[in-house]
């Protein structure tokens, strides 16, 4: 089992910089691919980004390409989402999760795998 905790979320100017980390407990954690997803106000949540358990393989929603980076640190268990050029509607709730199953993870659903908590991501214009 995987417990996720996610943090690093704030208010932040448009064309502004942040990163958001998420710390996992639980000794298999190096074994599950990784993801991060938001879900604004009023809409369903969506895939942001995915890594595999070795970040040799990554994946990016097209909206956040070339601004987003995912990364993470089986060491210290931790998955980051380097947030670049951030804009208004990237404002949401985001989220950690982990899954065995890679190829899928866009298409992770809340049924699936292991999420956290969530950490609010506010860019005013």
């Known amino acids: 089992q995987v417990q996720l905790v996610e943090s690093g979320g704030r208010l932040v100017q448009a064309g502004g910089s942040l990163r958001l980390s998420c710390a996992a407990s639980g000794r298999t954690f190096s074994s599950y691919a990784m993801g991060w997803f938001r879900q604004a106000p009023g809409k369903e949540r969506e895939f942001v980004a995915g890594i595999n358990w070795s970040g040799g393989s990554i994946v990016y929603a097209d909206s956040v390409k070339g601004r987003f980076t995912i990364s993470r640190d089986n060491v210290k268990k931790m998955v980051y989402l380097q947030m670049n050029s951030l804009k208004p509607v990237d404002t949401a709730v985001y989220y950690c999760?982990?899954?065995?199953?890679?190829?899928?993870?866009?298409?992770?659903?809340?049924?699936?795998?292991?999420w956290g908590q969530g950490t609010q991501v506010t860019v005013s214009s």
């Open positions: 999760a982990a899954t065995q199953f890679y190829r899928s993870i866009a298409a992770m659903t809340s049924a699936d795998g292991y």
